[in-house]
Each structure stands twice: as C-alpha cells, then as structure tokens.
C-alpha cells in the first residue's frame, strides 16, 4: 500500500536505516536527524530517569555505569555520523551497537539482582533493545555503501 512504512518483528521500520545511511552518503542534514540518533537519546534520558530506582550494594557505581553506556550510544552514533560513510564512521558504529549491548546486559543483571524493579528495568531493556536494532541496520547499510 502506497505511504505504509512496513515493520519488522519489532515494530521498527526498516526505512530508519536505509534514510540515515543515505543522510550519511551525501552529508546532508545533520545527526540529529537520523533516528537511530534520536532513539539513543530517548534511551539516554529514560535511563537518567530510571537509574535513580536502582537499589542494593555499589548502587553509585553501577548507577554511573548505566549512565555512561546510555549516554556513550548517541555520542558514537554522532561522531561516526561524523565521519562519514568510511571505516572509521562504521566503527563508532560499532561502538554505539556494543555499548547498546553493554546497557542492555547491565539492566538485565539489575534486574535478575533485584536491584531494579522489573516495571523499571523492562520498558528500559525494550527501548535498548529497539535502538540496538536501528544501530544496527544503519551500521549493515553503511557497511554495504562501503563495499561498493
């Protein structure tokens, strides 16, 4: 149907990527206009939010971990939007995708820990989850303009 975005399993388009990809090629715009970039920032507000929640031993230090790895996804999605479409853009990339991973593993053992509640912890894992993904495709898309 003509003007319907198709969704994966996820419910994210996988239009994100292919846009932000081409946004990159031709230097237009700005990152703060990929989606991937502007997710990661969503991700690194809520996670501000919901740290304040974590409880138990060493909550200060694992509270500022959580912090960092949030707020590392956007900054590396900006500087490889800086970067352009090169080797180096793809490897900040990469790191925003790790760092996503690093996150999503932290609130899960939070979770499992019982330092984060789960009605914290889970809406903060699928929001990680969903950025991961377009980091993801937008790092397969920037990979595939540099193989041509």
């Avoid at 990469?94 to 899960?108: G, I, N, Y």
């Avoid at 889970?122 to 990680?128: H, S």
């Amino acid at each position: 149907m003509p003007g319907t975005q198709h969704l994966d399993s996820q419910g994210v388009g996988s239009s994100g990527a292919r846009h932000g990809a081409a946004q990159i090629a031709r230097m237009g715009g700005d990152f703060v206009d990929l989606l991937a970039w502007k997710k990661a920032t969503a991700l690194a507000t809520s996670v501000v939010a919901g740290s304040r929640m974590l409880r138990g031993p060493a909550v200060t230090a694992t509270r500022s971990q959580v912090v960092r790895a949030a707020e590392s996804i956007p900054a590396d999605i900006a500087e490889g939007y800086g970067r352009g479409i090169c080797g180096d853009g793809a490897r900040f990339l990469t790191v925003a995708r790790a760092s996503a991973a690093e996150l999503e593993s932290h609130l899960r053992v939070a979770e499992a820990s019982g330092r984060l509640p789960p009605a914290a912890a889970q809406p903060l894992i699928a929001q990680t989850r969903e950025v991961r993904y377009l980091v993801h495709r937008l790092l397969i898309s920037v990979r595939l303009r540099l193989s041509h």
